[in-house]
C-alpha cells in the first residue's frame, strides 16, 4: 500500500501538478492539505474521472483537507472535535480497515501570540483525540502538514530559527507524546540523516536550490504498521515545476 502526503497550498491551483503525480505514482491514498476551497466548489470530478474517489471538508480561502483513494473509504470523520468546527483541519477514514487521519497543524504564526497558543491545544486535542480513540498496538497511520520540525536535521538552520513558531520546544514536547504514545516517524525510520525537507519558504529566493527548507510534513505509524513499512521518501520533482505548492509529496509504502 502506497500512502502520500501533500500541502497544496490551494488545491485547484495545483492540479496539473497532483493529477501528473497520481498518474506517475499511482498511490492508494493521497492526503491533501490546505485546499484553500469551499466544499462546493471542491474538484472532485476531476479524481473521479480517473478512478479515484474523494472526501474533503474546505472552506473559502483558508485551511481544507481532503483525502483521494483508490480504495473504498469508510467511517469518514470531518471534525477533531464533536459539532461544527470554523477551521477545516482533520479528516479521518478506514482503508482497508486501517485507521488514516489527515491533518493540517495551525501554522502558530509567532510564541506568545493568541495563534500560537491555538497551535498548541490543537496539537494537545488531536494527541487526546489520539489517545481516546485508537490503541498503539493496532494500526493507525497519521499524516499530514505539521508545520512543526522536530529536530535539528529537520531544518536548514535550527541555531537561528530556534525558538520560532516551527520549531519551538513546546509544540516539539507534543509531537514527543505522540511518538512515546507509540507512533514512529516513518521518513526518519528509512532515512536516519539530515538535508531533506518537505517545504521550501516562497519568500526565500531559490530556496529549493540553495537547500534551505523544512521538513515538517509526516507520515507516522504505530509499530504493526510501521514494521511493515518498505519504504519512505521525498519526491522534490514537483517543487521544481512552474507554479508549484510550497510544499511537495512525502510517500510511505507498506506491505499490507
Not at 32 to 54: L, N
Not at 201 to 219: C, E, F, Q, S, V
Not at 234 to 256: G, M, N, Q, W, Y
Request: hydrophobic share 40%.
Amino acid at each position: 500500500m502506497k500512502i502520500a502526503t501533500f500541502n497544496t497550498n490551494s488545491i485547484r491551483a495545483r492540479m496539473p501538478i497532483i493529477l501528473d503525480w497520481l498518474d506517475k505514482e499511482q498511490p492508494d491514498l493521497l492526503c491533501i492539505q490546505e485546499t484553500k476551497v469551499q466544499d462546493k466548489d471542491f474538484p472532485a470530478s476531476r479524481f473521479e474521472s480517473i478512478d479515484y474517489q474523494v472526501h474533503f471538508r474546505g472552506q473559502k480561502s483558508y485551511n481544507g483537507v481532503a483525502m483521494i483513494s483508490k480504495r473504498m473509504l469508510n467511517e469518514i470523520r470531518l471534525n477533531l472535535y464533536d459539532g461544527d468546527e470554523e477551521q477545516a483541519r482533520f479528516i479521518s477514514a478506514n482503508i482497508i480497515n486501517i485507521p488514516v487521519i489527515n491533518v493540517y497543524v495551525p501554522q502558530g504564526f509567532a510564541p506568545g501570540t493568541e495563534k500560537f497558543d491555538y497551535k498548541l491545544r490543537w496539537l494537545k486535542d488531536l494527541l487526546s483525540h489520539i489517545k481516546k480513540n485508537y490503541d498503539p498496538d493496532l494500526p493507525l497511520l497519521l499524516a499530514g502538514d505539521f508545520n512543526v520540525a522536530l529536530e535539528p536535521i529537520d531544518l536548514f538552520d535550527p541555531e537561528g530559527l530556534r525558538g520560532e513558531a516551527g520549531f519551538h520546544e513546546d509544540e516539539q514536547a507534543i509531537i514527543r507524546e505522540c511518538l512515546a504514545w507509540g507512533l514512529i516517524d516513518i521518513f526518519r525510520k528509512h532515512q536516519p540523516e539530515g538535508g531533506y525537507y518537505t517545504f521550501w519558504d516562497y519568500r526565500i529566493p531559490n530556496a529549493l536550490k540553495r537547500k534551505m527548507g523544512w521538513r515538517i510534513d509526516y507520515i507516522f505509524a504505530t509499530r504493526p504498521l510501521a514494521e511493515k513499512s518498505k519504504r519512505a521518501w521525498i519526491d522534490i520533482e514537483p517543487r521544481t515545476r512552474e507554479k508549484p505548492s510550497d510544499h511537495t509529496f512525502l510517500v510511505a509504502e507498506f506491505d499490507v
